[in-house]
């Protein structure tokens, strides 16, 4: 899947805790595919399985601040499994 993380973030989250130093995380998520809309309509991790799929991701047009590109979409012929 595709994240990020910044460790080691300084700053203020609770005005009582005053400043503090946190590890961040965060996952990119995109529309989901026939698979998983039935799990959950909104949003499904960006899988990137190649450097060609990574260049496409990063690299594609912006709308609105998300991405255009289709990368990232897990195709169903790519071992994708349902739930029984």
């Keep these: 899947m595709t994240g990020t993380e ?3 973030q ?3 989250r609770k005005t009582k805790e005053g400043e503090v130093s946190i590890d961040v995380y965060g ?3 995109t529309e989901p595919n026939e ?3 039935p799990i959950h309509r909104k949003a499904m991790p960006v899988i990137l399985t190649t450097v060609e ?3 496409v991701w990063i690299r594609a047009p912006r709308d609105g601040g998300v991405t255009s590109a ?3 979409r897990y195709p169903r012929d790519r071992g994708a499994r349902r739930r029984s």
Excluded: C, F, H
Aim: aromatic share 6%; no cysteine; glycine share 12%.
């Design 70 to 72: 289709s990368a990232g």
């Design 10 to 12: 300084t700053s203020v």
């Design 6 to 8: 910044a460790l080691g």
């Design 35 to 37: 698979i998983v809309v």
């Design 27 to 29: 996952l990119l998520t």
């Design 53 to 55: 799929e990574y260049d």
